[in-house]
């Protein structure tokens, strides 16, 4: 992990003659810098733990997203599209599919058999959108689930290791008041201490913002291709609304649901 990496490359910089190395430096620093040390490192574990989860979630959601848009456009009959949809459990396109099927079935059978007019299609088509765009921020949180402590720890890292930097160079400088001295030989250990907060701050914090925004883009690409998703199933459902408004003068009950086809039908 980038945190330990840090360790290490201190440590190799680090004259290690008269035990200055850097293990050597974090057995004389005081409690409170190595509560600071202790407090960046399980947050460097927690943050590298998120960021392999997630890598893992955003591989298998690109790879399930392009499968199910493909099965989609291929498929011609809804109803057995929504059966097969729970295959395809890690892409938020298959939550928002059923959202949407569902309120399209519960609309047509509260509509089954009467004539529909062109007012009523335009509220069953809000009601189908609003339902989908709530999935998708139902989606999208679930997504973004654990992301916080990414950014927290970004923002906040740098600032617990300057603490306890300070905090470090006090003890220095009391020190060098205890002793009357104020050689190099005396200052530079307390003030190498001490810095190792800092570096070990910046090693827990540029990882996690470095990833924190790749994820958040990874977020927004799905999110685009989810909203073309939503647009892509309206479409199909203002050709199904179409035909049942073009029919009602007649009487003529419909029963089916335009799908991947203009004049498909899926038998609910």
């Known amino acids: 992990m980038f945190c330990f990496g840090g360790f290490f490359l201190i440590s190799s910089v680090l004259p290690s003659t008269n035990g200055s190395g850097i293990f050597e430096l974090l057995g004389h620093t005081g409690i409170l810098v190595r509560i600071v040390l202790l407090i960046l490192i399980v947050m460097s574990v927690c943050c590298w733990g998120i960021i392999i989860a ?5 591989r298998r959601v690109r790879k399930e ?20 949809a729970s295959a395809f459990s890690e892409t938020p396109l298959v939550h928002v599919f ?29 009601s189908i959108f609003r339902t989908m765009h709530t999935a998708l921020l139902i ?27 300070v905090w470090g160079i006090m003890n220095s400088f009391r020190n060098i008041g205890l002793q009357g001295s104020a050689n190099l030989a005396v200052v530079a250990p307390g003030i190498a201490e ?11 914090a540029i ?20 909203r073309h998703f939503i647009s892509d199933f309206m479409n ?33």
């Open 54 to 58: 997630k890598f893992i979630r955003f």
């Open 194 to 204: 001490a810095l190792i907060a800092t570096a070990v701050g910046l090693a827990t």
């Open 207 to 226: 990882p996690a913002v470095i990833f924190y925004n790749y994820f958040s883009q990874k977020i927004r690409a799905v999110e685009i291709e989810t």
């Open 65 to 84: 997203t392009i499968s199910f848009i493909l099965r989609f456009h291929q498929q011609k009959n809804l109803s057995v599209f929504y059966r097969e």
């Open 236 to 268: 199909f459902v203002d050709r199904d609304l179409m035909r049942r408004i073009a029919s009602s003068p007649q009487g003529e009950e419909v029963h089916g649901i335009v799908t991947a086809g203009e004049t498909g039908r899926a038998v609910l």
């Open 98 to 126: 059923r959202a949407g099927y569902g309120e399209l079935v519960r609309a047509i059978r509260g509509k089954e058999g009467e004539k529909l007019r062109p007012e009523a299609g335009e509220l069953v088509r809000d």
């Open 139 to 165: 989606e999208r949180g679930r997504l973004e689930k654990w992301l916080g402590l990414l950014a927290s720890t970004g923002s906040s890292a740098p600032f617990i290791g300057l603490f306890g930097t």
